[in-house]
């Protein structure tokens, strides 16, 4: 139960920060932003396998931040 709960955070960060990645470059691009949800669950024509690779994706970004950040936190203190 500990593991769902921790990819679905993971998820949700990696999501996140996706999303203000695709927020800032586009507005200087001046396109259409995707929005939160799209990142975090697809869309809905999406086929199954780019779903699965998307959440994926969004696990392992997230991952990589939170631990990225408590390398950086242990190295300030």
């Known amino acids: ?3 769902i709960i921790g990819s679905i955070i993971f998820e ?4 996140f920060i996706k999303w203000v990645y695709f ?10 932003t995707p929005s939160f949800y ?6 809905k024509e ?3 396998a780019n ?6 994706s969004n696990i392992l970004l997230g991952a990589f931040f939170v631990i990225g950040l408590i390398v950086l936190l242990n190295k300030i203190w």
């Open 1 to 3: 139960m500990d593991s």
């Open 12 to 15: 949700i960060i990696g999501a």
């Open 23 to 32: 927020l800032t470059v586009n507005f200087f691009r001046r396109k259409k």
């Open 38 to 43: 799209e990142l975090w669950m697809g869309r």
């Open 46 to 48: 999406e086929e199954h």
């Open 51 to 56: 779903l699965l690779m998307q959440g994926v």
